[in-house]
């Protein structure tokens, strides 16, 4: 059993920046790639950015040059540095991780930018 732990939402005003962690436990585990999605009110859960233990990195149109996914492999930790942000970045972030077999959500952290 893995549990994913968020931190880092809040509000933050136009043009400000946010930093999410996501820290991922359990015993043994082995994790292939973790990402962040996001889901706004009305609206379908969507992802924003996703990082592969290869070091491959996937983001959405809507936040590239703006937002930048990291990890820290030995803590299981992956961070997500959101610069310039805007009202329509407003929603819940989950953090995700795929292990081999299987997948993990965390809980969602809500992210509100005022304009």
């Known amino acids: 059993q893995v549990q994913l732990v968020e931190s880092g939402g809040g509000l933050v005003q136009a043009g400000g920046s946010l930093r999410l962690s996501c820290a991922a436990s359990?015993?043994?585990?082995?994790?292939?790639?973790m990402g962040w999605y996001r889901q706004a009110p009305g609206k379908e859960r969507e992802l924003v950015a996703a990082?592969?233990?290869?070091?491959?990195?996937n983001y959405a149109d809507s936040v590239k040059g703006r937002f930048t996914i990291s990890r820290d492999y030995a803590k299981n930790t992956v961070y997500l540095q959101m610069n310039s942000l805007k009202p329509e970045d407003t929603a819940v972030y989950y953090c995700?991780?795929?292990?081999?077999?299987?997948?993990?959500w965390g809980q969602g952290t809500q992210v509100t930018v005022s304009s």
């Open positions: 990082l592969s233990r290869g070091g491959v990195t």
């Open positions: 359990g015993s043994g585990i082995s994790i292939k790639t």
């Open positions: 995700k991780a795929d292990l081999w077999t299987s997948s993990y």
